[in-house]
Structure formats: C-alpha cells, structure tokens
C-alpha cells in the first residue's frame, strides 16, 4: 500500500460523492482503491504503470 493522501478525481462528481475510485500517488506507487471502502482491499501499481493507465484513458 502506498504512503500517499488518497484523493478522488475531480471528474467523480465533487462533494462528498462515495460513488468514485480514489488514488494514492507516491514517487514510486499509486495506490487505487474504491471510495465506498476506504478500509477494504487496495491495488497498488508502479508509477509507470499508472502513468501509462492515465495516458491512455485521456485520449479515449
């Protein structure tokens, strides 16, 4: 798990919306988790590997 503030998109509906994916970014991970279960299971990637992630779905 990573070490960073979980934070929601800014694309989730704002506010206090549960209905979104959070992140964590460190320098190195980023962490994913579902905002509906802060304490339930997180994925946790390279930062590459989110970047790459983040990449793709923007041109989409």
Not at 28 to 38: C, E, F, L, P
Not at 49 to 56: D, E, G, I, M
Request: aromatic share 6%; hydrophobic share 30%; net charge positive.
């Amino acid at each position: 798990m990573t070490r960073g503030r979980w934070r929601k998109s800014t694309f989730s509906g704002g506010g206090d919306s549960t209905d979104c994916v959070e992140v964590s970014l460190t320098l190195d991970r980023a962490g994913i988790r579902d905002s509906k279960n802060a304490t339930g299971p997180t994925v946790t990637v390279t930062a590459q590997t989110w970047s790459v992630f983040v990449t793709h779905i923007s041109q989409t």
